[in-house]
T-cell receptor, first 111, second 116 residues
């Protein structure tokens, strides 16, 4: 069964304190791994798609990496506006257009 | 471009009543999805439309849930009769290609359904 596990569940950082979020996955043939950001009261907002091990994507202070078993979202010198819930999702070859989501990591960045 | 629009944003209904949620996807997005997040749990897939056809409805909990997509444009999700366990946030999303590809899904802000 396809599965996504994210850790930690919650993370508190000081402004400027870099860290990483983890997404471990089990899927029968990875067709894409997705990172989304969700702010309270809003829907998830797309950040990155990764397709194969070794791939990396960057956007401002965020960098996503992928291995055969997990993905990391690295946050460099975070700012308070980076506070949000970060969601990881996978699409498997036998899942059509469906995504399997993890429970998310709630990130709080204090000034 | 306009985003994905969902309404109502909140709905409180009594057990046994009927509720209809609506989603207007981004124009030109053939793929439309419904997902649900129950409190404390992950976002879970309900179903996937390609244009007006149901491509995958494997996530629909039971036959109290009925989804339609008129003419391949907007979609509705009806819950009849509603039960307490149906409470949660219902998200609609759309994409040009199945799964979202390199651009991902565009999600609406969700409908928070509370069944009392």
């Amino acid at each position: 069964e396809d599965q996504v596990t994210q850790s930690p569940e919650a993370l508190r950082l000081q402004e400027g304190e870099s860290s990483s979020l983890n997404c471990s996955y089990t899927v029968s043939g990875l067709r894409g791994l997705f990172w989304y950001r969700q702010d309270p009261g809003k829907g998830p907002e797309f950040l990155f798609t990764l397709y194969s091990a070794g791939e990396e994507k960057e956007k401002e202070r965020l960098k996503a990496t992928l291995t055969k078993k997990e993905s990391f979202l690295h946050i460099t010198a975070p700012k308070p506006e980076d506070s949000a819930t970060y969601l990881c999702a996978v699409r498997g070859y036998n899942q059509g257009g469906k995504l399997i989501f993890g429970q998310g990591t709630e990130l709080s960045v204090k000034p | 471009e306009a985003g994905v629009t969902q309404f109502p944003s909140h709905s409180v209904i009594e057990k046994g009543q009927t509720v209809t949620l609506r989603c207007d996807p981004i124009s030109g997005h053939d793929n439309l999805y419904w997902y649900r997040r129950v409190m404390g749990k992950e976002i879970k897939f309900l179903l996937h439309f390609v244009k007006e056809s149901k491509q995958d409805e494997s996530g629909m909990p039971n036959n109290r849930f009925l989804a339609e997509r008129t003419g391949g444009t907007y979609s509705t999700l009806k819950v009849q009769p509603a039960e307490l366990e149906d409470s949660g946030v219902y998200f609609c999303a759309s994409s040009q290609v199945p799964g979202g590809g390199g651009y991902g899904y565009t999600f609406g802000s969700g409908t928070r359904l509370t069944v009392v």
